[in-house]
C-alpha cells in the first residue's frame, strides 16, 4: 500500500489519499466495488458492517448503505454517480445520515482503476467538505475496507 501527496492539493487536511494493488482481474474489482452483495462483504468503517446496500449504478443513479455499529446502532451512507467509466473510473457523493454533524459530511470520492502487472491498482481520493479532526482515522478506515476488499476478491 502506497501513500501520496499530490502537488495540486489546496486543503490536504481535508483529503484522504490511497494507492493499493489488489491481486484481480480490474473488471472483477470494479464488480465488487458496485455490486450490492459484494458491498455487504467488505464495506465499512472500523467495528461496524454494511448490512444493506441498494445500488443503481449509471450516472446520476443513487446508491444507500445502512451500517450497523458494534454498539448495534445503525447509520447510512449514501450519495450519487457523478462519473462511471466501466471498468476504470468511479465518482460519487457521499452524504451520512443518522450521524452527529452528519449535515456537514459530505464528500466526493474518486475511485481509479488500472491493470498492472500484478493485478488491479486503485488510486482512491476521497474529498471532504470539511476538515476533520480524525483524518488518520479515515485513511485508516479505507486501509481496513480495502483490507477487506482484497480478502473478499
Known sequence: ??????????????????????????????????????ILQWFGPKNSKTINARINLEVGGKY???????????????????????PNRLVYTTEYRKLPRASDMKSIVTLKLREVATG???????????????IKNRTESWELMFSRLDDFI
Not at 502537488?7 to 484522504?16: A, D, Q
Not at 458494534?70 to 454517480?81: D, L, P, T, V
Request: proline share 5%.
Open 120 to 134: 488491479t491498482e486503485i488510486e482512491l481520493v476521497q474529498e471532504l467538505s470539511w476538515v476533520p479532526e480524525d
Open 1 to 38: 500500500m502506497t501513500f501520496y501527496k499530490s502537488k495540486k492539493m489546496s486543503n490536504p487536511e481535508s483529503k484522504v489519499y490511497l494507492k493499493r494493488v489488489f491481486k484481480a482481474p480490474v473488471e472483477k474489482v470494479f464488480h465488487a466495488l458496485t455490486t450490492p452483495s459484494s
Open 64 to 86: 444507500q448503505f445502512e451500517i450497523e455499529t458494534e454498539n448495534n446502532s445503525r447509520f447510512f451512507i449514501e450519495g450519487k454517480y457523478l462519473e462511471i467509466d466501466h
